[in-house]
């Protein structure tokens, strides 16, 4: 058993942005400039929008985040987005999801211009991927396949199984393992029976959210396994007060699999380098 490690991998695709960037500097051509709009103050997701920053800073980007009160209205935060699409300085934006319940989701990642989508929810981006024409791809389904065609990973004919359908992951990662000559399967949560399905799997991808749902017995031996889940879990023993656990049970699967990321440390610092992607992307793209 080999383990995916995120940790390494995103290391060194970080020391190629930096690179990158610095050619750009020296070519007195533009430094990437992500910005991020936080709604309110959710505990998660100030930490992701802290750790957004601190990564712009490692790589050398410019970054900017704008916080708004939980009480901002649709329509003033529409008017917000609609200054940065227009403002030529910043090249990537997010708007960190959820937002408070008065505020149509939708919208606002339809109001984000596309060639700033640098979260590639927009659904112009989201078409492009699934076509397979060059886009911004979804930070995790992207850091996902960054990992397996680093390790060098099979794909072709082989049978991905994928747990989990939603916009951010399931959705794009189906498509992406296609793109990579997979046959897809995508399980949910009224597939019945999952494990009859995992259990002939060459790779699986769990992206459900229930912390060590994939058990030993549900996965063949030699197969590859990505977990994408990271749920917060009370651990009084822990500093923090809590522990941070994958989808999949990874002490009893791990014996079993040729490969296998663990949590954390495998699919998240990869998440995070793929949103530095895009945003050098979305500068290479505007020239
Ligand atoms: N909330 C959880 N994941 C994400 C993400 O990838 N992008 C944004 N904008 N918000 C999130």
Same mark, same amino acid.
């Given at each position: 058993m080999e383990l995916l490690n995120g940790n390494e991998v995103s290391k060194l695709i970080k020391i190629s942005i930096k690179e990158q960037v610095a050619t750009l500097k020296a070519e007195g051509k533009k430094t990437p400039h992500l910005a991020a709009i936080l709604v309110g103050s959710d505990g998660a997701s100030m930490?992701? $929008?802290?750790?957004? *920053?601190?990564?712009?800073?490692e790589v050398g980007f410019d970054s900017t985040v704008i916080r708004f009160d939980?009480? %901002?209205s *649709?329509?003033?935060? #529409?008017?917000? %987005?609609e200054k940065i699409n227009e403002d030529r300085n910043i090249d990537g934006? %997010? $708007?960190?999801l959820p937002l408070p319940k008065h505020i149509n989701e939708k919208k606002i990642t339809e109001t984000i211009h596309f060639k700033k989508d640098v979260d590639g929810f927009h659904p112009m981006n989201v078409g492009m991927m699934f076509k397979g024409l060059k886009t911004f791809l979804p930070a995790t389904p992207y850091g996902v396949i960054k990992l397996i065609e680093h390790y060098n990973i099979e794909t072709s004919g082989k049978n991905c199984v994928i747990i989990g359908r939603s916009d951010i992951v399931g959705k794009p990662m189906s498509a992406l393992m296609l793109q990579k000559n997979c046959t897809v399967t995508v399980c949910h949560s009224k597939t019945q029976n999952i494990g009859n399905f995992t259990k002939e799997a060459d790779i699986i991808i769990a992206a459900l959210g229930i912390p060590l749902f994939l058990k030993?017995?549900? $996965?063949?031996?030699?197969?590859?396994? #990505?977990?994408?889940? #990271?749920?917060? $879990?009370?651990?009084?023993n822990s500093k923090s007060g809590y522990s941070l656990k994958g989808d999949v049970d990874f002490e009893t699967v791990a014996p079993k699999c040729s490969y %296998?990321?663990?949590v954390p440390g495998g699919v998240g610092p990869m998440t995070r380098v793929g949103l530095l992607l895009n945003t050098l992307e979305a500068v290479k793209m505007q020239g």
């Amino acid at each position: 058993m080999e383990l995916l490690n995120g940790n390494e991998v995103s290391k060194l695709i970080k020391i190629s942005i930096k690179e990158q960037v610095a050619t750009l500097k020296a070519e007195g051509k533009k430094t990437p400039h992500l910005a991020a709009i936080l709604v309110g103050s959710d505990g998660a997701s100030m930490t992701y $929008v802290a750790a957004k *920053e601190k990564d712009c800073k490692e790589v050398g980007f410019d970054s900017t985040v704008i916080r708004f009160d939980q009480s %901002i209205s *649709e329509a003033e935060l #529409i008017t917000e %987005i609609e200054k940065i699409n227009e403002d030529r300085n910043i090249d990537g934006l %997010i $708007v960190q999801l959820p937002l408070p319940k008065h505020i149509n989701e939708k919208k606002i990642t339809e109001t984000i211009h596309f060639k700033k989508d640098v979260d590639g929810f927009h659904p112009m981006n989201v078409g492009m991927m699934f076509k397979g024409l060059k886009t911004f791809l979804p930070a995790t389904p992207y850091g996902v396949i960054k990992l397996i065609e680093h390790y060098n990973i099979e794909t072709s004919g082989k049978n991905c199984v994928i747990i989990g359908r939603s916009d951010i992951v399931g959705k794009p990662m189906s498509a992406l393992m296609l793109q990579k000559n997979c046959t897809v399967t995508v399980c949910h949560s009224k597939t019945q029976n999952i494990g009859n399905f995992t259990k002939e799997a060459d790779i699986i991808i769990a992206a459900l959210g229930i912390p060590l749902f994939l058990k030993a017995d549900m $996965v063949k031996e030699g197969a590859v396994v #990505i977990d994408v889940g #990271i749920t917060r $879990v009370e651990n009084l023993n822990s500093k923090s007060g809590y522990s941070l656990k994958g989808d999949v049970d990874f002490e009893t699967v791990a014996p079993k699999c040729s490969y %296998i990321t663990p949590v954390p440390g495998g699919v998240g610092p990869m998440t995070r380098v793929g949103l530095l992607l895009n945003t050098l992307e979305a500068v290479k793209m505007q020239g």
